[in-house]
Every structure is written in C-alpha cells, then in structure tokens.
C-alpha cells in the first residue's frame, strides 16, 4: 500500500472531532479569519470548508458502517454530520462572539476610563458623598467587567474541553487580543480600587462564591445552544433546530439562573 493510500485510509476513519480539529488547524495556520477567507477564495474552484467537512464525515460514517443495513448506515451517516457540523458552528460562534465582545469592550473601557479619570480628578468635590459614591459605583463596575471577562473565557475552555478535545477555537490574531484585553481592564480594575481606597470610599461588598459559575453556565449555553440549532437548521432538521433555540431562549430569559448543574451535563 502506498504512502498516498495509507493516508486516504487513516483520514477516512477520522472521527467528526478529528475532522473538524484538522481543518482548526489548517485554518489557524493563516493567523486570522480575513487572510484564511482569502485563502479559500484562492482556491479553484472555491470549496467552502464545512461543505469538504460533511463530505468527509458521510465518507468516513458509510467506510466504518460498510456492509451493514442500509438504514444503521444511513443512521451512522446523520449523526456524523450532526456532530460535525455542530463543531463547525461552535468554533464559529465562539470567534464571532469573541470578536462582539472585544468590540464592545473597547467603547466600555474607553467610556469608564475616562469617567475614572475624572471622578478622581475632580478636586473641588473630594469629599461629596455622592463624588465617592459615583467612585465606588465605577470600581465596581470595572471589577464586574473583569468578572465578564473570565467567565467568558471559562465558558469558552469549558466548550472546547467538551467538544473539541480541548483544542482553542479562537484564531491567533482574537486570542492575543483577548489577552490584551483582560490585560488591559484588569489594569484599570486595580488602579480603580487604589483610587477608591485613596479616597476613603468603602470596601465591595464581598461577591457570591457561586456568581461565577451561574454566569459560566450562562455564557456557555451562549456558546453551544445557537450552534446547535445553527447545526441542525443546515441539516434540514427545522423542527429540532426550532426547539433547541426556544427552550435556549426561555431559560435564558427565566427569572432564575441556570443552575451549574448544566456544566456537567
């Protein structure tokens, strides 16, 4: 069996994480999302690249199923492409809401620094009560934003441990300028609580320990919920989609948070 051959066979059993983690790869390798659009614009003729990866899950599903019913082969097929489209549309998700994030926390920084800076600055008034209460309301606002932050992060490593063998989602050129960013509000959050310190304003009040994790749980269902949906609505499965995005939808809009029961499922 020649080289080429072997090659052909081990990639016909790769699995739909397999798949999906060796276009990651082949996709990081360009550094950001515009140049590896490019690149694929490049080719002749252009092949989109979940198009290639669902071609090769039904491959790779009939090659291990070969020889048994049609209908156990038709089933294999199905589940092959659930999941690996549904990896497709998760590391998606996960880089346009990495990208919505570091948009939007650019104008926030921007707009608390600047609101920092004069409270702080504001001599006239050092010692109005409502002066120290506006410098408090920012330390803590700051200090929430950092919280965001992280549980962004958290729920993002959560999803790729589950789905993507642990594999980073995010293209090299987002995940250095998400860690720009915490580097970045992490910053301001100290030097927020050095200036309300300074200042005589009173301590935070101490965080709920399990504030994090309801939040994580949140972010995370942020994550997985659209892609699936996303994932089954490509496949034809409307009705499935619909009923993934709505009870994704209630829980997110319910009164009560989701419990961190829901990361261990």
Same mark, same amino acid.
């Given at each position: 069996?020649?080289?080429?051959?072997?090659?052909?066979?081990?990639?016909?059993?790769?699995?739909?994480?397999?798949?999906?983690?060796?276009?990651?790869?082949?996709? *990081?390798?360009?550094?950001?999302?515009?140049?590896? @659009?490019i690149?694929l614009?490049?080719? %002749?003729?252009?092949?989109?690249?979940?198009?290639?990866?669902?071609?090769?899950?039904?491959?790779?599903?009939? !090659?291990?199923?070969?020889?048994?019913?049609?209908?156990v082969?038709?089933?294999?097929?199905?589940?092959?492409?659930?999941?690996? @489209?549904?990896?497709? #549309?998760?590391?998606?998700?996960?880089?346009?809401?990495? *990208?919505?994030?570091?948009?939007?926390?650019?104008?926030?920084?921007?707009?608390?620094?600047?609101?920092?800076?004069?409270?702080?600055?504001?001599? #006239?008034?050092?010692? %109005?009560p409502?002066?120290?209460e *506006?410098?408090?309301?920012?330390?803590?606002?700051?200090?929430?934003?950092?919280?965001?932050l *992280?549980?962004?992060?958290?729920?993002?490593?959560?999803?790729?441990d589950?789905?993507?063998?642990?594999q !980073?989602?995010?293209?090299?050129?987002?995940a250095?300028?998400?860690?720009?960013?915490?580097?970045?509000?992490?910053?301001?959050?100290?030097?927020?609580?050095?200036?309300?310190?300074?200042?005589?304003?009173?301590?935070?009040?101490?965080?709920?320990? #399990?504030?994090?994790?309801?939040?994580?749980?949140?972010?995370?269902?942020?994550?997985?919920?659209?892609?699936?949906? %996303?994932a089954?609505?490509k496949?034809?499965?409307?009705?499935?989609?619909?009923?993934i995005?709505?009870?994704?939808?209630?829980?997110k809009?319910?009164?009560?948070p989701?419990?961190?029961?829901?990361?261990?499922?």
């Amino acid at each position: 069996m020649t080289l080429e051959r072997r090659v052909a066979k081990i990639e016909e059993s790769l699995s739909p994480t397999q798949l999906v983690l060796r276009w990651l790869a082949e996709a *990081h390798a360009y550094g950001d999302v515009p140049a590896y @659009v490019i690149s694929l614009l490049d080719q %002749d003729p252009p092949v989109a690249p979940l198009d290639r990866l669902a071609r090769e899950a039904a491959q790779g599903a009939r !090659t291990t199923n070969r020889g048994k019913r049609a209908e156990v082969v038709e089933a294999s097929v199905r589940g092959a492409l659930r999941e690996t @489209v549904f990896r497709f #549309e998760l590391v998606m998700r996960i880089n346009v809401v990495a *990208h919505e994030v570091l948009d939007r926390e650019a104008l926030i920084d921007a707009a608390l620094s600047a609101n920092l800076a004069l409270a702080f600055n504001d001599d #006239e008034r050092r010692g %109005d009560p409502k002066r120290l209460e *506006h410098l408090g309301q920012l330390r803590d606002l700051i200090a929430f934003r950092v919280s965001e932050l *992280h549980a962004t992060a958290q729920a993002r490593a959560i999803a790729s441990d589950r789905y993507l063998q642990g594999q !980073t989602a995010l293209f090299p050129s987002v995940a250095g300028a998400w860690e720009e960013q915490v580097k970045g509000t992490t910053l301001m959050a100290d030097m927020a609580v050095r200036m309300a310190k300074m200042d005589g304003v009173p301590a935070a009040a101490p965080k709920d320990p #399990e504030g994090l994790s309801r939040r994580t749980a949140e972010l995370f269902a942020d994550l997985v919920e659209p892609a699936r949906s %996303d994932a089954l609505d490509k496949l034809g499965e409307g009705r499935r989609a619909f009923d993934i995005a709505n009870n994704w939808l209630r829980a997110k809009f319910a009164p009560s948070p989701p419990s961190v029961i829901e990361l261990q499922g």
